[in-house]
C-alpha cells in the first residue's frame, strides 16, 4: 500500500469524505509554476488547467517525461493512477546530423548504441540491439542534435 493509499483510507473513514483526495504533480515549461497539487478524485483535467497553463500550443504528458502517454485532450478524469501531469509547450524540434559525440551510448542503461541502429537499420546486429531496447528514450532526451533515435529503436519490433 502507498503514501496515497494510506490517505485515502484515513480521510474516508476519520474524515467522512465521500471522495478521497489525491495529490499529484503538475510540472512542465507551459505553467507559470510546477506545484504539488490537491485535488478530488473525479475532477475533470480542464477545471485544473484553466488558469494555470501560460501558452496556447501545449502537449500534456502523463506519467513521466521519458515514458509518459500523450494525452490527446484536456477532457481527462483524474482518478487515483494519476502520479504527475507535465504540460510542456509544442515547440518545434528540427533535427540536424549527428555529431557522433557518444551521448546517446553513454547514457544508454541497457548498453546499446543507437547511433549503430540509425546507420545500420537492417544488419543483424542492429536487429538484436531493437530486440534489446527497453524503449526508455533517454537516447533521443540526451542527443544534442535533436534525432529521434528512440523512433529508430522501435522500429522492426
Known sequence: MNVQSVLAVY????????????YFTLAGNALENSAVIKTKWGVN????????????????????????????????????????????????NVASACINCGACVLNCPGKLNPKYVLDNPTKKMAKNQKSKCMGCNVCSY??????????????GN
Open 11 to 22: 480521510y474516508a473513514f476519520n474524515q467522512n469524505c465521500e471522495n478521497a483526495v489525491h
Open 45 to 92: 483535467l480542464q477545471e485544473l488547467l484553466n488558469n494555470l497553463v501560460s501558452v496556447q500550443d501545449y502537449t500534456i504528458i502523463m506519467g513521466g517525461l521519458l515514458k509518459g502517454r500523450v494525452i490527446p485532450s484536456t477532457d481527462y478524469i483524474i482518478d487515483k493512477s494519476v502520479s504527475a501531469i507535465f504540460v510542456m509547450k509544442n515547440e518545434e
Open 142 to 155: 540526451v542527443c544534442p542534435a535533436k534525432i529521434n533515435l528512440s523512433k529508430y529503436m522501435k522500429e
